[in-house]
């Protein structure tokens, strides 16, 4: 009966964290990936998520199912509704390092790291993962549910850098890769699966590593991380080999898994969603996430936006994002944070959950400067009455993600 409770509640809950996405999608006409008449035939609840018709779920196996077997074996996920661009010019290095505040020329071959998109102010535009093939080749992708505003500012900074005396030793293109698939295999189980189909050996491709793989006589990009917290593989694949790719990796033990698993997954991995954890008021700095700007950088800025977010890091930022252990009641996006007598506001939950994996309420926010240390009592206002709530680090369940032999976690 506690299980059948359990299970309620976090419906509910995963309904509500992908609600605005639906409404938003509603008022658009909604697009569709290479993959919708594959869901459709495995039995999936599609929804409007982002702009595209998406898998909730499949058939009778709702998402508590779906995420524990995620953690425990392994899941098949289509992200193909993600925005997939290459920046291709001699210039390419130095254009990023503008647009973003990552220190991307010392980023080797082959390597990914998570940036952002930063408005004038140091707000966030856009989350990002940004893939370096060589100094004049990245491989970006970004949010879908940001692709009519992220494209349309990549074309005005590209247009005025293209202009500038920065362009001189050759231009930025852009190229958005319309309608290639990407799918991401993510769990314990998914480099042994991914390894059958490969001669490739998949060990010395550790995280945030990619390379173009020979997977049974298909050449695709494979990067090793994900969206779950758990060791995983997301590839890229072209419009007319998706499909035919995508049934050849689901095969046992392969469960294919929808939205609902895929938010409770990264929320307890503590990785942010746009449009709630993150939105062009916020700063990487608030949002903890300094790491993304690269040191150096942060001595010689440059980039857009450095001004107020070189701020924050020398003076502090007003508030932080923080995870949270509520009690008694799942915490809703909105809810106030208060002192634990709730006699002064302090922020408001963003995302929240019950987890499936630890069987507790978990959520993270926004809380004042001050407020946000680890073990930090504090209050969330659920349905009218206060909750007690603790101040928790992130990931709320470790990572495990492939580092190489013996380095393995977080």
């Known amino acids: 009966m506690l299980a059948a409770r359990r299970l309620t509640r976090f419906r509910k809950c995963n309904a509500l964290q992908l609600r605005g996405f639906q409404t938003s999608a509603r008022a658009a006409q909604v697009q569709r990936t290479g993959l919708y008449d594959f869901h459709v035939e495995n039995g999936a609840k599609m929804v409007p998520f982002a702009g595209y018709s998406m898998p909730l779920m499949y058939g009778s196996v709702g998402a508590v199912a779906s995420h524990h077997h995620v953690r425990n074996s392994v899941g098949l996920f289509d992200v193909g509704h993600m925005v997939q661009s290459n920046f291709l010019g001699a210039t390419a290095t130095e254009f990023l390092e503008w647009i973003t505040p990552s220190d991307l020329a010392a980023l080797p071959p082959y390597s990914s790291t998570l940036s952002v998109l930063l408005n004038d102010k140091g707000g966030i535009i856009d989350d990002t993962v940004i893939t370096k093939h060589a100094p004049d080749a990245f491989y970006v992708v970004t949010n879908a549910g940001r692709r009519t505003p992220d494209l349309a500012w990549f ?27 990407l799918v991401a295999l993510q769990g314990p189980e998914a480099a042994p699966l991914l390894q059958g189909l490969t001669a490739f050996d ?14 049974e006589g298909f050449n695709v990009h494979v990067a090793r991380g994900g969206y779950t917290g758990e060791d995983g593989f997301e590839i890229s694949i072209p419009p007319s080999q998706t499909l035919e ?20 997954l990264r929320l307890e991995a503590g990785m942010c969603l746009y449009g709630h954890d993150l939105d062009e008021n916020t700063s990487p700095v608030e949002a903890g996430l300094t790491w993304v700007v690269g040191k150096e950088r942060r001595k010689t800025g440059g980039f857009i936006g450095a001004e107020g977010v070189l701020a924050h890091i020398a003076q502090g930022p007003p508030r932080r994002r923080v995870g949270l252990t509520v009690e008694g009641a799942p915490a809703r996006e909105g809810a106030k944070i208060l002192t634990p007598d ?15 994996t630890l069987a507790k309420h978990i959520a993270m926010g926004y809380v004042r400067t001050g407020h946000h240390k680890r073990g930090t009592p504090l209050a969330v206002e659920v349905r009218g009455k206060l909750r007690p709530a603790v101040v928790t680090p992130m990931p709320f369940v470790p990572t495990r993600y492939w580092r190489g032999e013996g380095g393995q976690g977080p």
């Open 155 to 181: 074309r005005a900074r590209l247009a005025e850098w293209n202009a500038s005396a920065r362009a001189d030793k050759g231009p930025v293109t852009l190229e958005v890769l319309d309608g290639w698939g």
């Open 245 to 264: 790719l995508t049934r050849l990796l689901v095969r046992p033990p392969v469960q294919l898994t929808g939205l609902g698993a895929r938010d409770s």
């Open 342 to 356: 709730g006699s002064a506001e302090l922020g408001a939950v963003t995302s929240g959950i019950p987890s499936p």
């Open 202 to 215: 998949l060990s010395q491709l550790t995280f945030g590593r990619s390379a173009f793989v020979p997977l």
